[in-house]
C-alpha cells in the first residue's frame, strides 16, 4: 500500500497519514479506516466552503493563488 501525507487545514487535526502497512495516523494518534474517511470528508466540505468564500471576495487573479496554494502535492 502506498504511503500518503496530507494537511487537512481544518480545526483541531492537521496531518492525516497513511502508512505502507495500511495503518491511519490522525496527528500521530493511529484511528481507524473509517475515522479517516470522515476527517477526509469533513476537511473536503470545509476546503470547498472556504474557497468558495475566496472566490467570491477575491479578485480573480488572487483567487489563482489561493488554489495554487491548496493544490495536492504527493511526497
Avoid: S
Amino acid at each position: 500500500m502506498e504511503k500518503i501525507k496530507v494537511c487537512l487545514h481544518k480545526k483541531n487535526a492537521h496531518t492525516l497519514e497513511r502508512t505502507e502497512g495500511g495503518v491511519w495516523f490522525l496527528d500521530d494518534k493511529e484511528i481507524t479506516q473509517e475515522q479517516a474517511i470522515e476527517e477526509l470528508v469533513e476537511a473536503t466540505g470545509d476546503l470547498g466552503y472556504w474557497c468558495q468564500v475566496a472566490k467570491d471576495v477575491l479578485p480573480e487573479d488572487e483567487f489563482q493563488l489561493v488554489q495554487e496554494c491548496y493544490e495536492y502535492h504527493e511526497e
